[in-house]
DNA sequence: TATTGTTATACTCTATAACTATA
DNA sequence: TATAGTTATAGAGTATAACAATA
């Protein structure tokens, strides 16, 4: 331990682990309430991020049965947030795409989370912020190693 | 915008949300799965980290309403994790609190939680890892500036 | 016969409204 | 009369099991 910003990785791990904890009770108090549930949410932020794909890897990718997609779907289809579409190479699949509805809705509550998140930035020193922002990357780099976040065309349903 | 490791505010607050969002489903894949709800953990964690507290003020800082929290409460309390109990100077009332086995369970999801966790950051360049080390403070200050996050027991129901 | 998705049914969690007890 | 909490009822969201359609 010469260097003493540079912490075990089980320290490290920890330390990251309880941050998150308390910072996902603040980012769902800073989200705009449940007119979409957290899941909902999550699968339009992916469907965003890598465009239209098949409900069984979506199902897999938030951790849900394929059934309870089904009907998240149906859910999401019925407010124009989502839509179904056949696969023209597979007639059993159907394939999940975004709305433009879905995509101004997605944009619509990050701008407001992100205007109340300004606010508590602000309070923070300049270090902090400066901190943050130098930690960005890392958080995507972070974020990127998730098992399984290739693009949706390409993800399988998990062996 | 002279100093290029500094964002303006707002750019900074996109950015942090749009990590905590994605950092969101990370974190929900990380945990152990839906043995506990995610309120009833961060009430759980509430109650280690702020002490014993009245029902209505958990209701208003998880974000759920009285009647929730009095069920909740009560599934916690059949699962021996949290009990009540009278508060002497108020008739009324009802002191929530955490039991040693309640303490024992969040301690261990944290243990798996971090496990996990390591595995991923393992994954990451060292340069990554010092910038999520040194961004640590940072988070704290953001998770602690949440409005409301005093002691339980001096916190109002919200007015 | 295996795979993709849907339907049927039950359980958990939360909300709103009505209620009880104490201040 | 106001406040703290509970009970009653309804709805959203999810899981498991059984089913239909395509490969």
Redesign the pocket.
Known sequence: MKDPRLLTDDALANGVAVRLERLLGLFRRLSPP?EL?L??TSVLATLERSGPG???VLAARE??????M????S?LEEADLAA?EPDPA?????LVRMTATGRAMLARRREIRAGRLAVMLAALTPDDRAALAAALPAMDALASAVPGDETLAAAR?LS
């Open positions: 449940h549930s899941t909902a098949r409900l069984t951790g849900v049965t394929q059934p309870a089904t009907q998240l779907i859910r179904r597979d007639g059993r699949v159907v349903p």
